[in-house]
T-cell receptor, first 114, second 114 residues
Framework: DQQVKQNSPSLSVQEGRISILNCDYT??????FLWYKKYPAEGPTFLIS?????DKNEDGRFTVFLNKSAKHLSLHIVPSQPGDSAVYFC?????????????FGSGTQLTVLP | DSGVTQTPKHLITATGQRVTLRCSPR?????VYWYQQSLDQGLQFLIH???????AKGNILERFSAQQFPDLHSELNLSSLELGDSALYFC?????????????FGSGTQLSVL
């Protein structure tokens, strides 16, 4: 039962253009969402997060949008740079106490072409 | 550098064997999490420890066990290994483990069961 889904295993974008990575979730208890970036031979690193009380959060070139009614979030990278090439994981958490563990999607490999 | 140290980086062993993966969290972090990433899969949550006590269990097999020691380092023990246990195992840490804070990941242990 995949509660967090990233349906696009890979995405290629030209340098300078916008990259849009998508994520869908099924658990209505999720109230906090995060994006992690992973380079080869390294662990995932935190990129940006959003609480369910917001529908947008921006940090420099990175913006996360949350559509609660559609149970969908997206990460926009503008402008995309070759250094952004990595695997991006969407993650979500919700519920109370020990139930608040991060559930990750399967990741999207972003390739930014120079 | 996330500040989370995992050893060893690579481990090759045979079916039926037992191995121990080690994790040292960031200085000051009380929570340690273990995740498994198999080929083309997202990060699967295994177990969470907070200040020496088990806080939550995810999809962890009975052949696997973990503990967190008084100095806060953690070990993940995998026994009666099967080919399907080959995966990248990540440890992550956080200050409080409330579930609404970002996790800091180590670079992982690549386990190959032959």
């Amino acid at each position: 039962d995949q509660q967090v889904k990233q349906n696009s295993p890979s995405l290629s974008v030209q340098e300078g253009r916008i990259s849009i990575l998508n994520c869908d979730y099924t658990n209505s208890m999720f109230d906090y969402f995060l994006w992690y970036k992973k380079y080869p031979a390294e662990g995932p690193t935190f990129l940006i997060s959003i609480s369910s009380i917001k529908d947008k959060n921006e940090d420099g070139r990175f913006t996360v949008f949350l559509n609660k009614s559609a149970k969908h979030l997206s990460l926009h990278i503008v402008p995309s740079q070759p250094g952004d090439s990595a695997v991006y994981f969407c993650a979500a958490t919700g519920g109370a106490g020990s139930a608040r563990q991060l559930t990750f999607g399967s990741g999207t490999q972003l390739t930014v072409l120079p | 550098d996330s500040g989370v140290t995992q050893t060893p980086k690579h481990l090759i062993t045979a079916t039926g064997q037992r191995v121990t993966l080690r994790c040292s969290p960031r200085s000051g972090d009380l929570s340690v999490y273990w995740y498994q990433q198999s080929l083309d899969q997202g990060l699967q949550f295994l177990i969470h420890y907070y200040n020496g006590e088990e806080r939550a269990k995810g999809n962890i097999l009975e052949r696997f066990s973990a503990q967190q020691f008084p100095d806060l380092h953690s070990e993940l023990n995998l026994s009666s290994l099967e080919l399907g246990d080959s995966a990248l195992y990540f440890c992550a840490s956080s200050k409080t483990g409330t579930g609404s804070e970002k996790l800091f990941f180590g670079s992982g242990t690549q386990l190959s069961v032959l």
